[in-house]
């Protein structure tokens, strides 16, 4: 894996520290449920999706990505990880609507 994923691991990003609060305020500012399952779309090698399972630890957080080598990637750094969290190759324009709307969030942070 190249360097550029692997350092992806050392720091948070801002915006995934951004958009876990944002969860987290609309959750308790409008008495909202925390969501059952989060999907992760364009995961990559899986440290935003990691750090999104850590701020939300009872909830199904799923990373897809359509590369193959980024996914095997994510599977072997998270293989420690929570049950709750997993990553699955799969193409963006593959997936059936059915399918997204069984998530209560998505996130899209870069593409």
């Not at 720091?11 to 500012?29: P, V």
């Not at 399952?37 to 630890?57: M, Q, V």
């Not at 072997?76 to 990553?87: C, G, P, Q």
Request: aromatic share 10%; with cysteine.
């Amino acid at each position: 894996m190249d360097p550029y994923h692997l350092r992806q691991y050392e720091i948070e990003y801002e915006s995934t520290q951004k958009f876990c609060t944002f969860l987290l305020n609309a959750i308790s500012d409008f008495g909202y449920s925390p969501p059952s399952k989060i999907l992760d779309i364009g995961c990559g090698a899986g440290s935003n999706t990691r750090r999104i399972s850590h701020w939300f630890p009872d909830t199904i957080v799923e990373g897809i990505d359509n590369d193959a080598e980024l996914i095997n990637a994510a599977l072997e750094l998270n293989k420690s990880s929570s049950k709750l969290l997993s990553f699955h190759k799969k193409d963006l324009f593959g997936i059936q609507p059915q399918v997204v709307s069984n998530f209560g969030v998505i996130s899209i942070q870069t593409m």
